[in-house]
């Protein structure tokens, strides 16, 4: 039997994704051990999916003071120069050397950052260190939130041997929708009811995306090609055994925090 296709879609909102989602679970995630689940039954899950959840959002502003200050995104602007892509009819006219117009990048407090944020995990985290990680990257999105636009999608990068399988949510930033956030960032139930019930619906055996580990750079450059995904915008694989979102989470964030701070540097 062939590989399934890799499928992306994108649901704009809560109610778009419960509204593709069935009733009642396969057998498969029906099945799987309550505690797993982080409690939640797929029932819980669809109904905590609107009611949102926000019982770890002071976990998560625990962690802001640690946080670096300031992080600056580049945004593409234009400036003369003697080549470039454009003429400038006015300096061509008056006979200045740079006479073009060629793209450059440069920090603007209008740039947007597209955070496209996988809950995925491996079998064996647990649903406690599940949450631990979705309170990292919750902090992360509030603290950007606070310095830039930004864009969240919440995904989950299952798949198999050369296809992927993304159910992709937004999150609405302006202003933060913090308790749905909150809830499917850190929610077992969400990851392990409602996603694994997409990609079973997609004939997904169980694997990571490509059937590969979520740190293998060949993984993160065919996933960021298939989001279509640019140098400044920003994908958190899934999730692994020592994984830094859980044992450091407050240097993950400040890693993350200098990454956009020093690109152009770089």
């Not at 039997?1 to 509204?19: C, E, N």
Request: one cysteine or more; glycine letters at 8%; aromatic letters at 10%.
């Amino acid at each position: 039997m062939p590989a399934p296709a890799s499928v992306v879609k994108h649901f704009q909102t809560s109610a778009d994704f419960l509204g593709w989602l069935p009733r009642r679970a396969c057998a498969a995630v029906e099945n799987s051990s309550l505690d797993w689940r982080g409690g939640e039954t797929y029932e819980d899950s669809r109904r905590l999916l609107i009611k949102g959840d926000n019982s770890n959002v002071a976990h998560a502003s625990l962690l802001l003071d640690q946080l670096l200050d300031s992080v600056e995104v580049p945004v593409q602007l234009w400036q003369q120069s003697v080549a470039g892509y454009i003429p400038c009819v006015p300096a061509v006219l008056a006979g200045h050397p740079e006479a073009f117009l060629r793209p450059i990048d440069e920090e603007s407090d209008s740039s947007p950052i597209r955070v496209y944020a996988s809950v995925g995990c491996s079998a064996g985290i647990s649903a406690a260190d599940l949450t631990k990680r979705g309170i990292a990257i919750l902090a992360l999105v509030i603290k950007l939130q606070a310095i830039r636009p930004v864009e969240l999608w919440v995904t989950d990068d299952s798949g198999g041997s050369n296809y992927a399988l993304f159910s992709c949510l937004r999150i609405e930033t302006s202003p933060l929708d913090l308790s749905t956030a909150a809830y499917v960032l850190t929610s077992a139930g969400f990851f392990r009811n409602l996603c694994f019930e997409f990609n079973y619906a997609h004939g997904w055996g169980g694997g990571w995306a490509w059937g590969l580990d979520p740190r293998n750079p060949q993984s993160q450059r065919k996933t960021r090609a298939l989001l279509g995904l640019g140098d400044n915008d920003l994908w958190i694989p899934g999730a692994y055994f020592l994984d830094p979102l859980i044992q450091k989470p407050v240097e993950w964030i400040n890693e993350q925090l200098q990454q956009f701070a020093q690109r152009e540097a770089a």
